[in-house]
């Protein structure tokens, strides 16, 4: 057979499939290279329009910036910051901070071991990249985004972390990530490896107040850089990655858990063996702590230290926050915070920075004068030395709402400032600022309210366990009563009250806080500042505006000049100016009423104040806070430990420093009044009959409140019930009519939310768990039908139950009313005592009721008992003849009265003649016998029905 007759036949008849014609696959390639060239053509359009229109100007831009910084400064020069300074209100120096006892040392002068450690840990291409290591930054970014945000790893070169020790401000943002990668690379142009890793180790900080290698060397392990061995170069190298996390001195064993993980890092490089490693990794922790000369920190430079840090994070836009919710939330914000604080106040450490304060060493004289003469005669001292009996105070000038001085404890040589380091509990003067004057704010309470002052479970006591009944709002106050404060903040809502004391950044608040009322008393978690406390008293001096101001007034840096041109703190209207002037004519009475908890307290020279006590339980904390027009002052006694001093309460030690030191700070100033506001108005309250200051818009704002109070309510009741509904599952058909209970109940409470994003917010979660249920409820339809048909045939059945028990209570009622009827119609014939015209009448109505009792087991009983009343009723006389007898009895009566009457008289006659004749004898006869003069009576005849 030929090859092609092994060719299969194809059969194209029309039962077989037909084939494609090529054209038609022409067309559909054709379409697809069209839009394929199409989305090339518009991606390559869009691409070179962003990068000539958006890319291409600000990497320009960038690359200016980075000449701009690179042809200005010699990078070296940059390494020798000064000492950062800080400077009084007057413009003079207070003191200065030395830049980590710097010393720049050369490249062959610092250890190899160190150098090789750097490149294991941080850089491992840095020999042979040009300042940017691509690839680290991209699996930076991977893990990034691996780890939703969290950085786990670096991408930043040894090159880049020079740019950003040396060049860089503070600021944190894109663009200054996009100057450092240029700065790198230009740099890598200018200078040497060897060049860039010495001024590398120059450049970091190693905490503890260590800037550079040297000082690093020299205060931990007491020698030079030149001769760190391994395991003291894996350690600096960890140190300086996160200082704040890795110094030794007080985190050991993160230090030595990073210092590990370095030596791992060269032994993956091949700068140490498997055994060296093993061997350094065997070696404990061991740091010298060699201190050289510290800086020159006091009270008030500290203080400022802390303000600068807090200002440049303000600055760099650090989100603060005050109170939270949870525990989480606060964990989370706290260890931000504490993140962003170390590296704000160690960028200060570092140098180059002049900070311009408030800060009056004449203010700060005057006070610490005071204090310490007045805390003069407590000699005891603790096991460090210092004083056992401490105090603090912090002053702020009203005029200009800045910190002018800080006492952060007896004497100058203590260095621990606890007018803003210590959280002590404040006691009652948080009175004013957490339960009173939100009072007064909320319209509701005004200082002639009169509140229950009394001991109730679960409640307070009173100092001294005195209650006043009725008490007004203003003498509550005055007196300091523990049971009103707590009353009132319970009414207005906790989480209210703290909500004023966070509006003026008060620190070292606890989510806990937000849940008890304690804190209506000062029973806080951790405590608050004295610092804050005068920062709140203050407000209330100044019309209840908070200045948001610390002591900072300017900060300026070497390189980058003044960084607060334009900074405006954080302030704001706390109270409303009528609130502030109610509260403070209040608190005068502290000083000035007999009953006033700091009475004698008032200021020399008539000079208008108020103020406010507070002593904690067993006096273990003391305060007084006042103000005048001019300053406001907190001050606190007490110890550091905290422990009970009997008989000291915030009027005995912190109240006599307070008024000395105003006094002092007050002479030569006119006596000045805060004026009253046009919304206040003086009047007598028709309520009580008092004379007092009113707000004229309480009443608007009380209704305001009232209603703020009520969906705060229904906010709480609706939580509740979503709670439940979201958690709720539909196990059987019963649980589909509970679900459709529990949306019926919430359903109308999420509509009449007047916040409108939390009703929307309900409103989702609401119908979003409904179209849930709902589509169980669709699949579920027949058994949802035959329930109903079950439920329906059981309320019919109960229904019937329930009529016939309605019936047989109606027959029993009706058998009671007639047999009660009959019972009384008995009872009148049974005590007939005559008969008249109406008699046979009775009989008869006796027997008609009768007749309805004849159903009852009781009919036959009646009838005998009906039936001798009857006998008895008919045999009675009549009634002239009843009335005849009567009047015959009663005259027969009234006769043997007359009788007995006549005998006795007789009688006590011939007892008197007796006696006379016995008395005109001898007198020794027989006496009469008493026993017979009462026989003889006895013996007489008494008519019946008579008494002798």
């Known amino acids: 057979m030929d090859k092609k007759d092994n060719h299969t036949n194809i059969d194209i008849s029309g039962d077989a499939p037909q084939k494609k014609h090529p054209r038609q696959k022409h067309r559909v390639l054709r379409f697809f290279k069209r839009l394929l060239l199409g989305l090339l053509a518009f991606t390559a359009i869009a691409g070179l329009s962003a990068y000539f229109l958006v890319i291409k100007p600000e990497y320009e831009k960038l690359r200016a910036t980075a000449y701009d910084k690179l042809a200005s400064v010699d990078v070296k020069e940059l390494t020798k910051l000064e000492d950062t300074k800080i400077y009084d209100t007057n413009g003079a120096l207070l003191g200065t901070i030395n830049a980590g006892h710097f010393e720049y040392v050369k490249i062959n002068d610092i250890s190899m071991n160190l150098q090789n450690a750097y490149i294991a840990q941080e850089d491992r291409n840095f020999k042979i990249h040009h300042g940017v290591d691509y690839k680290a930054m991209l699996r930076a970014a991977l893990q990034l985004v691996k780890n939703k945000g969290r950085i786990t790893?670096?991408?930043?070169?040894?090159?880049?972390?020079?740019?950003?020790?040396?060049y860089l401000t503070s600021e944190r943002t894109f663009t200054r990530k996009f100057v450092e990668i240029m700065l790198a690379q230009e740099l890598e142009k200018m200078y040497t490896k060897a060049d860039i890793m010495e001024l590398y180790c120059n450049t970091n900080f190693y905490g503890n107040n260590c800037y550079g290698v040297q000082a690093a060397s020299r205060f931990y392990f007491d020698k030079n850089a030149a001769d760190l061995n391994e395991t003291e170069a894996a350690t600096l190298a960890g140190i300086s990655n996160a200082p704040s996390r890795y110094e030794p001195v007080r985190h050991a064993d993160a230090c030595l858990e990073k210092r590990n993980q370095v030596l791992h890092s060269m032994m993956e490089c091949g700068y140490i063996t498997e055994e060296q490693y093993h061997t350094f990794t065997a070696i404990p922790l061991t740091v010298v702590q060699n201190t050289q000369e510290g800086t020159d920190e006091d009270y008030l430079t500290s203080y400022a230290l802390h303000s600068a840090a807090l200002t440049l994070m303000d600055l760099n836009h650090f989100d603060f926050e005050y109170i939270w919710d949870t525990q989480d939330a606060e964990t989370a914000y706290k260890e931000k915070y504490n993140e962003a604080y170390d590296y704000y106040i160690t960028e200060i450490r570092n140098g180059g920075y002049s900070i311009y304060t408030s800060l009056d060493p004449a203010v700060q004289n005057k006070v610490q004068e005071?204090?310490?003469?007045?805390?003069?005669?407590?000699?005891?001292?603790?096991?460090n030395g210092k004083y056992a009996l401490q105090g603090a105070a912090a002053v702020v000038d009203n005029r200009t709402g800045y910190v002018v001085a800080t006492i952060g404890g007896r004497g100058t040589d203590d260095k621990y400032n606890r007018a803003y380091l210590s959280a002590r509990q404040p006691g009652s003067s948080?009175?004013?600022?957490?339960?009173?004057a939100p009072a007064i704010d909320s319209g509701e309470y005004t200082p002639t309210t009169m509140i229950d002052d009394h001991k109730f479970d679960n409640g307070p006591s009173n100092a001294g366990d005195g209650y006043h009944g009725m008490i007004t709002l203003r003498e509550a106050l005055n007196r300091s009563l523990n049971t009103v404060a707590w009353q009132i903040l319970d009414d207005l809502g906790v989480k209210k009250g703290l909500q004023y004391l966070a509006s003026m950044h008060f620190q070292n608040m606890s989510w806990i806080d937000a849940t008890t009322k304690a804190v209506s008393i000062g029973g806080f978690t951790y405590g608050v500042r004295v610092v804050d406390m005068a920062e709140g008293y203050a407000t209330?001096?100044?019309r209840g505006q908070f200045s948001g101001k610390t002591c900072i007034t300017k900060i300026v840096h070497e390189k980058d000049g003044e960084l607060t041109k334009d900074y405006k703190p954080v302030g704001g209207q706390v109270y409303r100016d009528d609130t502030a002037f109610i509260i403070t004519d209040i608190l005068k009475g502290t000083l000035t009423q007999p009953y006033g908890t700091g009475y004698g307290l008032a200021l020399a020279n008539n000079m208008p104040a108020a103020g406010k006590t507070g002593t904690t339980n067993e006096s273990k904390d003391t305060w007084f806070c006042g103000y005048t027009k001019y300053y406001t002052m907190a001050v606190w006694v007490g110890y550091d430990q905290p422990q009970a001093m009997p008989g000291v309460y915030g009027a005995t030690y912190a109240g006599k420093i307070w008024k000395a030191a105003m006094d002092q700070l007050h002479e030569g100033l006119t006596p000045e009044d805060w004026e009253q506001p046009a919304t206040v108005e003086r009047k007598v309250d028709e309520t009580t009959g008092i004379e007092d200051y009113f707000s004229t818009t309480a009443e608007i704002r009380a209704a305001a409140s009232l209603r703020e109070k009520a969906d705060a309510a229904n906010a709480e009741k609706l939580e509740s019930l979503l709670t439940q509904y979201e958690s709720m599952e539909i196990n059987e058909v019963k649980d589909v009519f509970t679900e459709r209970n529990l949306y019926k109940e919430a359903k109308p409470i999420a509509d009449e939310l007047e916040d409108s994003d939390t009703r929307t917010k309900a409103l989702s979660r609401l119908m979003s768990r409904k179209a849930y249920f709902d589509n169980i409820e669709e699949s579920m339809s027949d058994s949802?039908?035959?329930?109903?048909?079950?439920?329906?045939?059981?309320?019919r059945q109960q229904q019937s139950k329930d009529a016939s028990r309605a019936e047989e209570s109606r027959e029993e009622s009706i058998k009671k009313v007639n047999k009660d009827s009959f019972l009384q119609a008995l009872d009148?014939?049974?005590?007939?005592?005559?008969?008249?015209?109406?008699?046979?009448?009775?009989?008869?109505?006796?027997?008609?009721?009768?007749?309805?009792?004849?159903?009852?087991?009781?009919a036959y009983s009646y009838a005998s008992d009906l039936q001798s009343a009857i006998s008895r009723a008919r045999a009675l006389p009549y009634k002239a003849e009843y009335d005849e007898k009567q009047s015959a009895s009663e005259a027969a009566s009234r006769a043997a009265q007359q009788n007995l009457e006549q005998q006795i008289s007789g009688l006590q006659q011939s007892l008197e003649a007796g006696a006379a004749s016995g008395n005109a004898g001898s007198g020794n006869g027989p006496k009469a016998d008493p026993d017979a003069d009462a026989g003889a009576i006895a013996g007489k005849n008494i008519a019946p029905g008579m008494t002798p």
């Open 370 to 383: 005071q204090l310490d003469h007045t805390l003069s005669g407590f000699q005891d001292v603790q096991e």
């Open 540 to 542: 209330l001096a100044n």
């Open 828 to 858: 009148t014939l049974e005590n007939l005592e005559y008969q008249d015209e109406t008699t046979e009448d009775l009989i008869q109505d006796a027997v008609d009721k009768l007749q309805y009792c004849e159903n009852y087991s009781e």
């Open 430 to 436: 948080i009175k004013p600022l957490l339960d009173y």
């Open 153 to 166: 790893q670096g991408g930043s070169t040894i090159t880049q972390q020079v740019v950003k020790n040396t």
């Open 784 to 795: 949802i039908d035959k329930y109903l048909e079950v439920k329906a045939e059981e309320s």
